[in-house]
């Protein structure tokens, strides 16, 4: 059988959507689709044992401020490094940027597997430097992969493929929290951690019939290896002033960082609110993450068929107010058995919500910026998003141990719900993607 002999939806002008074959698309799609098919299989066994070294800390520890710091702790990479990381983006081959945190992730899930092995116990500080480990390997991949996107897909498809890489995130996290919850009642950690090799040689093997055009940057090499520090700075900088100089672009990011602050222990939380609060068990978080992850899927696929919005912007708000209204509902549920029902319903709805914000926004991003700055812009923009998580967890998982976890979600929603309105408020900020579109359209017709 074709290893590129797999069904996909294809849309006619009647708005029917049939089953094809893969062999049947054109070139772009069948190199998008080899793509996306390396994300899944690489990410699919990462979050498995992601999942279970989240679970494995909660079982161990009930602790809000232990599950915060890890996630601080895998956090901390992507703010730090990520502005530097861009600027090798858009030098290095991408390829090899995909792949080499891959290997490294494996090689640190098999050191730590087999120093549980030998020691039959695992130390919490070791499981914090494993995180960290893998952190500082996976900044690179990100930026990496949102610059690799608007150079593999013709302009006019990219909030669709976007959408459908949200698809394939949505369906690790799907396949991962259940996959995690069933091996983790039965097989022990050491044996888990070692999903992660197998993850990397798949998604290798299938990076090899990707197709990623080369960017010219031998003369930009030369000038980094004579002045190192000083052309990662400039790029950094160059990368933070091509942002700002985009007035209702950046004012989005900004507000979008801000709200990173009070989602970004949420999603840190969640494990703990259905053991403690809800009384739930192990596979009963692995149901939660399903549901969250299936809400993402759906989101992604409503972006991916219907994306083409003439102002982004409208769907982009309406996901801080959907985010905002369920954690606030989710804050004031009673700790009971029906509770709990409504508690996945409303993760569910959750999940809907995100790629709305993601998706849209990096979209928004790609088509913003030429194709050889996309690196340096991309990396900072995930230091940006992510700057305010370490401080959301720092602060609402000690205060979740104080005031209860449930009383944490009501208040990030009611501060995440308040974004969308603050963000509206401003006229370049709800205007920038109708005056974007518009340009392009004028762009391209001169052209």
Request: net charge positive.
């Amino acid at each position: 059988m074709n290893l590129f002999n797999v069904f996909t939806l294809k849309k006619f002008d009647k708005g029917v959507y049939i089953l094809t074959t893969f062999k049947t698309l054109s070139s772009w799609q069948k190199n998008v689709g080899a793509f996306l098919l390396s994300q899944f299989l690489t990410g699919i066994t990462s979050m498995t044992v992601q999942y279970s070294i989240i679970w494995y800390l909660t079982e161990q520890t009930h602790s809000a401020k232990v599950l915060s710091y890890a996630t601080l702790i895998g956090m901390l990479p992507m703010i730090l490094l990520s502005p530097f990381a861009g600027t090798y983006v858009d030098r290095w081959n991408k390829k090899l940027l995909l792949i080499v945190p891959d290997v490294v992730a494996a090689v640190v899930a098999a050191g730590l597997s087999i120093v549980i092995l030998m020691t039959g116990h695992v130390s919490i500080w070791v499981v914090y430097l494993a995180l960290f480990i893998r952190a500082v390997a996976q900044t690179f991949q990100m930026p990496t992969i949102q610059s690799i996107i608007p150079t593999i897909t013709p302009e006019a498809h990219l909030t669709k493929v976007n959408g459908q890489f949200g698809m394939i995130q949505s369906a690790n996290m799907i396949v991962a929290p259940a996959l995690g919850a069933f091996l983790f009642t039965i097989v022990s950690v050491q044996y888990l951690l070692l999903l992660d090799v197998l993850g990397a040689v798949l998604g290798i093997c299938m990076l090899q019939f990707v197709k990623i055009p080369k960017v010219d940057a031998a003369a930009k090499n030369e000038v980094a290896k004579a002045h190192p520090v000083k052309t990662v700075v400039s790029d950094m900088l160059t990368g933070v002033q091509l942002l700002t100089k985009n007035k209702g672009l950046w004012i989005s990011l900004v507000i979008g960082s801000i709200s990173t602050l009070f989602i970004m222990p949420i999603a840190s939380l969640y494990p703990l609110m259905t053991l403690d609060y809800f009384k739930a068990s192990i596979g009963q978080v692995g149901l939660v993450e399903v549901c969250y992850s299936v809400g993402m899927l759906t989101g992604g696929l409503i972006i991916s068929v219907f994306g083409n919005w003439k102002n982004r912007m409208i769907p982009f708000m309406l996901s801080y107010i959907s985010l905002g209204i369920v954690m606030i509902l989710s804050g004031l549920l009673q700790p009971s058995k029906f509770g709990f029902m409504l508690f996945v319903g409303l993760t569910f709805i959750t999940g809907v919500g995100v790629p709305f914000f993601d998706t849209l926004l990096m979209a928004m991003i790609q088509q913003s910026y030429e194709n050889e700055n996309l690196g340096k812009v991309m990396g900072v923009t995930m230091s940006i998003l992510s700057l305010p998580g370490p401080i959301g967890l720092i602060v609402f998982g000690p205060l979740a141990d104080t005031v209860g976890v449930n009383r944490v979600f009501l208040i990030c929603g009611v501060a995440v719900f308040l974004c969308a309105p603050v963000n509206w408020a401003f006229k370049s900020a709800r205007e920038y993607d109708v005056n974007l579109q518009s340009n392009k359209k004028t762009s391209n017709t001169k052209t």
